[in-house]
């Protein structure tokens, strides 16, 4: 029974950090060590990134807050509040924008009425609270007080891909089942200073982000572009545990990120895959780049150097995670479905084409998936 992403929307907090700017900033921090401040330049220049988003309106150099938390825009002071002063701040804008981005899910799918709402997903790993953000949707989207609700915390970046897989495999158990997923992440509330090559690129590549999506077995009615959800898998790499990890301080979550991800990720990639494309034996013999469209969790402008070298794709097939990471930087679990809007957004060449996506976390853990857009107009 095929099963369907109807719709697929976004949704980021009003605040923008131009990179330029911001490197600024936390290379002018005191406390930084000379090698600190050039690390922080360096990780700032080198991410491909131009804007991200931010929940914490102080982040803003416009902004003039009289008892600020986390910047201080009188001395250029980046703060550091605690882990319970970011935990509240996430319990009050996730809310927001897991409620908006569901609305504009929900609204993209004219024949699908609230009460047809059978199963809700929520995805965070960046805070806290509940009733959760589950509980807030139904609330808020007036949904059937009898939804079931399911929320996947703290797994990371490649936490889309569960959360599909299960909404999958609801439908296909129920024929009638509709499950709104939302992936909502607010990692700018974990920022810090710091001169820990972790931390510093922490600050330099994460932002705040929201996704959500209408997931069914229903066929498509419109002419617009849906996404079938074929085949899903999991990997776990025989190394890189300590590499990549997301542990809870007294000053926020703390990120690992080592700069050997990437070499990790290059050299695990092809056996990651062979599962998922086992799955379907038209792909028996193709090289990747005869895939047509590529989802690439895109954590870091060098892990898409080395999936891009790795898989010998094109540069076109790269350009949807290269610009979603150019305008948006990496949201953690959200980042995949921008990528996937945005080649949703793409104009196709036939009515169905394959899209090959993954995405990386702890673990390491990669999370694979074999979709096909499908063009009802065509």
């Not at 109807?6 to 936390?26: G, H, I, Y």
């Not at 806290?128 to 970046?157: E, I, T, W």
């Not at 390491?364 to 009802?376: D, I, Q």
């Amino acid at each position: 029974m095929p099963v369907y992403v109807r719709s697929l929307e976004t949704a980021v907090p009003p605040t923008v950090l131009v990179q330029p700017q911001a490197r600024d900033v936390f290379a002018s921090q005191p406390g930084l060590t000379r090698l600190g401040s050039r690390l922080v330049r360096t990780c700032f220049d080198s991410a491909a990134i131009d804007t991200r988003f931010t929940a914490v309106a102080e982040l803003s150099l416009d902004n003039h807050s009289e008892n600020p938390s986390f910047f201080d825009p009188a001395t250029g002071r980046v703060l550091s509040p605690s882990t319970k002063v970011r935990n509240e701040i996430f319990a009050v804008e996730a809310t927001k924008l897991f409620i908006e981005a569901a609305k504009a899910a929900v609204g993209k799918c004219p024949d699908i009425d609230l009460l047809d709402i059978t199963h809700v997903i929520t995805v965070s790993c960046t805070g806290f609270f509940n009733p959760g953000p589950d509980y807030k949707v139904v609330r808020a989207l007036g949904l059937s007080p009898a939804v079931q609700r399911y929320h996947l915390g703290f797994m990371g970046c490649y936490a889309a891909f569960p959360a599909l897989r299960a909404a999958r495999q609801f439908c296909q158990a129920d024929p009638s089942a509709v499950v709104l997923v939302i992936c909502v992440e607010l990692c700018s509330l974990h920022v810090r200073t710091s001169n820990d090559p972790d931390t510093i690129m922490g600050s330099a590549i994460f932002a705040d982000g929201a996704a959500a999506a209408v997931v069914t077995s229903r066929e498509p009615e419109g002419p617009d572009p849906v996404i079938r959800l074929d085949h899903f898998e999991t990997v776990l790499t025989p190394v890189g545990e300590e590499a990549m990890a997301w542990n809870i301080g007294d000053e926020g979550f703390e990120m690992v990120l080592g700069t050997y991800v990437p070499h990790i990720i290059e050299e695990h990639i092809t056996g990651a895959l062979e599962p998922l494309l086992a799955r379907d034996p038209s792909l028996t013999g193709l090289s990747y780049r005869d895939i047509t469209h590529w989802a690439i969790h895109p954590g870091g402008r060098s892990i898409l150097d080395k999936v891009e070298s790795k898989l010998e794709l094109t540069e076109e097939q790269m350009i949807p995670a290269r610009e979603v990471l150019r305008d948006y930087g990496n949201m953690s679990s959200a980042t995949v479905l921008f990528v996937l809007k945005h080649i949703l957004g793409q104009t196709p060449a036939e009515r169905e084409e394959r899209i090959c996506s993954m995405a990386f976390g702890p673990g390491l853990t990669v999370e694979t998936g074999l979709f096909t857009r499908v063009s009802p107009a065509l």
